[in-house]
């Protein structure tokens, strides 16, 4: 989906951008907030990225950039990834937040 990510401040990635939505079904359902990670098109390797395609273009997912948004934030929504991205996209969570 592509979310406007600003105002932001710092280090925080910033402006209009893909991202993948992280929280669980059942939260989107019931909360006006989701839970993301923003892609990007550039990125160092680094243990906390991962590579995707993504409307036949290649981005990192940066799970070191996690954030609640607001659902008024989302622009558009679109694609999804496939099943092998997503368990890789899990397992960086589990590894770097409840298996650190």
């Known amino acids: 989906m592509l979310v406007n990510l600003d105002p932001t ?3 925080e990635i910033r402006k209009i951008r893909p991202c993948i939505v992280i929280s669980p ?7 006006r907030t989701l839970i993301i990670a923003p892609v990007t098109s550039r990125s ?4 906390t990225r991962i590579k ?5 273009k290649t ?3 940066v799970i070191d950039q996690i954030r ?4 008024q934030r989302v622009m558009k929504i679109f694609g999804s990834l496939t099943e092998s991205e997503t ?9 770097t937040f409840v298996d650190p």
Do not use: C, F
Not at 44 to 47: D, G, L, N, V
Not at 68 to 71: F, S
């Open 25 to 31: 079904d059942e939260m989107n359902r019931h909360l």
């Open 52 to 56: 995707v395609r993504i409307n036949d």
């Open 44 to 47: 160092k390797k680094y243990p």
């Open 59 to 61: 981005g990192w997912v």
């Open 87 to 95: 368990e890789e996209i899990r397992q960086v969570i589990k590894e």
């Open 9 to 11: 401040v710092g280090s």
């Open 68 to 71: 609640t948004i607001d659902k």
